[in-house]
């Protein structure tokens, strides 16, 4: 006999019972729903994040994707460090960064963008009290300004700009004519020559266009004025054919305006060699301060201004294509000598991680921190795929962990007593957080999650951390993306997602790419081979020479490891990469026909073209020994498009029509045209006006096509998907 439940208690015990055996992916993917590329519309983004002297608010710049979806809109946001009350708005942007606090707090001083029809005109310096009210332009130079700093005194701004004589002339004038037309008068326009004379081997860059020679960046001061009182005249301080690197940093009394600055003729024919030096805020003749056997890069005085710790990069001989930053100390003295603190320490300072979600504008400044008794410094360092925060005894170089964890401290700024920072941390499932940082005990107090409303909707998950040994034994480091829900008892395809550089790291940060992949069905492997930055000086420079080669090597070894663990289908691999991933790439098609498909993006095919072409130069030997007609074999010999017959797999090559870093010509279009000749399947995607950045910081509709199109190429060759867009018509 069997005893039957009332009706109520039946449903009940169904329930419980359903409950009971539901999984936690199960309740989980019931809840939430899975990443999508357009999903980057609502991103947002924390970006330069200012703390105030007395640490008690945060100033940053808050991005976001325009209405269009063609740009990105910044505003200045504030919040109180205490995290009692919510982030508010300060400035209503669209093209508003940069917020310095005066040394008392009371105001901050930031850059503008105004409009000026579909675009905007140059940045000019804008000072606003932080009890509200209007912002009144401090700058109005035809060059525009910014690379501002505070003297100690809280009276003067110094910035840095490219406006010249003949600029401030031409703008004279053009007031003038303005005032001749108001008066009926004729003016007569003025015809400027569009040609360009060319005299150096560096003459554009990716993303910045052309250089002009007769625009160097110089250093100005400009008096803050007086409630009411109009603007005063901007002081051009430093002349000169070469560029003062901004920000200027002032000496404790205000006398002094401290800057670096590369002041040799085509220095390119050299290694990097930037030095320290002063020139009095006043105006007046610059003197060298500091010289080091190498570049020096970021630098902060001490706060007796006696020291300055910098990080830099020491020149050795023979020349190496990676050279890891050191930290370094020097007394502000006379015949000075620096000290490297960091000889013993095998680890990046000031490092950063490769990902397509750092804030596209805004900036992400790395200090470097004194204490305030000056006996240590902290410096973030990059170790193993991972960014903290690091303390530096200032006199010995012993090195504490200040934050710990599996993230990426992206940026982060101090008090000028060191006792707190404010931190942007990114995490594998976290775009980027702004915290406020304990500098005594490294507690991290979040106060800004921009993205958790959308974020807490998402199915997102953790990449898995793995290690294997390569061909020859060496320990291979590498994150795998699984899809959610992952069942480890399926087959599912796989993509090979390379990094660019090549001396660059993946790791512990959000990275949309990876997740969109995975959220569409594939597993994705993300390694960091040999030549990777992170993992210590001997392993970034081993490819010298050997670029793609070995390495290549270290990624087949991935693939291998993945095939080991059972849930990879071996006929459907796919591969892709960008910049130097992209090489990589394109050299792998060329030596495997394993991969289903390829996608190669912002790539090389042909090293002496690239030598030629390259908004930079390789006129030291850091990749090559020589010029392509020094040893062509040589370049022949790591150049895909030499070996371009043994290619099978399908390939699609992505370029960015603007791109003087890889330029197309050099790359995409020789592999395109050459495989289109042998009758191979390839398929070309052009993205007009962007640059080498474009998976970063381009158009936010072409970051999601370049992603919709990767993954379509994929869903075609691996998953046999019946796409006909890259069919010929």
């Known amino acids: 006999m069997s005893f039957a439940l009332p009706s109520r208690r039946r449903a009940a015990a169904a329930v419980l019972a359903l409950a009971l055996l539901a999984t936690p992916q199960a309740l989980r993917a019931a809840e939430k729903r899975l990443i999508t590329e357009m999903d980057l519309f609502k991103f947002v983004w924390i970006a330069d994040p200012q703390i105030s002297p007395d640490g008690k608010r945060i100033a940053y ?3 976001t994707v325009d209405a269009k979806k063609e740009g990105y809109d910044n505003a200045l946001w504030i919040v109180d460090t205490d995290g009692k009350e919510p982030a508010r708005p300060f400035t209503s942007g669209p093209r508003d960064g940069s917020p310095r606090w005066s040394p008392d707090g009371s105001r901050i001083a930031f850059t503008r963008a105004a409009r000026k029809g579909e675009g905007f005109e140059p940045p000019q310096i804008y000072v606003i009290s932080t009890a509200g009210g209007e912002a009144v332009a401090l700058t109005d130079l035809p060059g525009g300004a910014g690379g501002h700093s505070w003297s100690p005194d809280g009276k003067t701004v110094a910035f840095a700009s490219g406006t010249n004589d003949k600029d401030l002339a031409k703008k004279k004038a053009k007031g003038e004519k303005e005032k001749k037309k108001k008066d009926g008068e004729e ?20 993303g910045g266009g052309y250089a002009d020679p007769d625009h160097p960046a110089h250093l100005w001061t400009v008096a803050i004025p007086a409630p009411g009182a109009p603007p005063a005249e901007p002081k051009q301080i430093t002349r000169g054919e070469f560029n003062e690197d901004p920000p200027a940093r002032w000496s404790p009394d205000g006398s002094l305006l401290y800057f670096t600055s590369d002041r040799i003729k085509e220095s390119y024919y050299l290694p990097g060699d930037n030095d320290l030096y002063a020139v009095p805020a006043g105006g007046g003749e610059i003197r060298t301060v500091l010289s080091i056997d190498g570049g020096i890069g970021n630098f902060s005085l001490s706060p007796d201004g006696r020291r300055v710790a910098f990080h830099g990069f020491p020149y050795v001989n023979p020349e ?35 990902g397509d979600q750092h804030a596209p ?18 410096a973030s360092v990059g170790e193993r795929g991972r960014v903290n925060l690091r303390r530096f005894d200032a006199a010995t170089g012993a090195v504490q962990p200040l934050t710990t964890g599996d993230q990426e401290v992206v940026s982060y700024t101090a008090t000028p007593d060191g006792s707190r920072l404010a931190a942007v941390v990114s995490t594998p499932t976290v775009i980027g957080d702004l915290y406020v940082v304990d500098a005594a005990s490294g507690k991290m107090t979040s106060l800004v999650r921009p993205n958790e409303e959308l974020f807490s909707g998402l199915d997102l998950t953790t990449h898995e951390e793995i290690t294997y040994k390569s061909f020859d034994g060496k320990e291979i480091h590498a994150f795998v993306q699984k899809p959610p829900g992952f069942d480890p008892k399926k087959k599912y395809p796989l993509i090979l997602n390379i990094h660019g550089g090549p001396h660059a790291a993946y790791g512990y940060l959000f990275f949309h790419e990876m997740q969109w992949m995975a959220a569409k069905g594939y597993v994705v492997l993300y390694p960091n081979p040999r030549g990777s930055s992170t993992y210590g000086q001997d392993f970034g420079n081993v490819i010298q020479y050997e670029f793609p080669g070995d390495d290549a090597k270290d990624l087949l070894a991935g693939v291998d490891e993945m095939l080991k663990r059972g849930y990879v289908d071996p006929k459907k691999l796919g591969v892709t990469g960008g910049s130097g991933g992209g090489i990589l790439t394109n050299w792998i098609v060329t030596q495997t026909d394993r991969f289903a498909a390829a996608a190669a993006q912002r790539s090389i095919a042909d090293w002496a073209d690239f030598w030629y072409t390259a908004d930079f130069v390789l006129f030291t030997p850091t990749w090559f020994r020589g010029a392509p007609w020094e040893d062509p074999a040589d370049f022949a010999r790591r150049s895909p498009i030499t070996h371009i017959q043994k290619v099978t797999t399908p390939l699609m090559l992505i370029e960015g029509e603007a791109d003087f870093r890889t330029p197309p010509a050099a790359g995409g279009e020789q592999m395109f045209r050459a495989l289109k000749y042998l009758k191979r399947p390839t398929v070309m995607i052009r993205f007009p006006g962007e640059g080498h950045d474009l998976s970063r910081t381009g158009k936010p509709w072409h970051r999601v096509e370049r992603l919709q199109h990767i993954v379509a190429w994929f869903d075609k060759y691996l998953l046999g998907k019946k796409i006909d867009t890259y069919d010929v018509p």
């Open 187 to 206: 003016a007569e326009e003025e015809r400027e020559s569009d040609v360009r004379v060319v005299t150096e081997a560096i003459y554009r860059f990716d």
């Open 320 to 354: 190496r294509s990676f050279d890891q930053s050191e930290l370094y100390v020097a007394d502000l003295a006379p015949g000075a000598q620096a000290k490297n603190l960091t000889t013993s320490f095998d680890s990046d300072v000031l490092a950063g991680l490769a």
């Open 61 to 63: 710049v808050r991005v």
């Open 361 to 378: 504008r805004g900036g992400r400044p790395q200090s470097i921190v004194w204490s305030r008794d000056g006996r240590s410094i902290i």
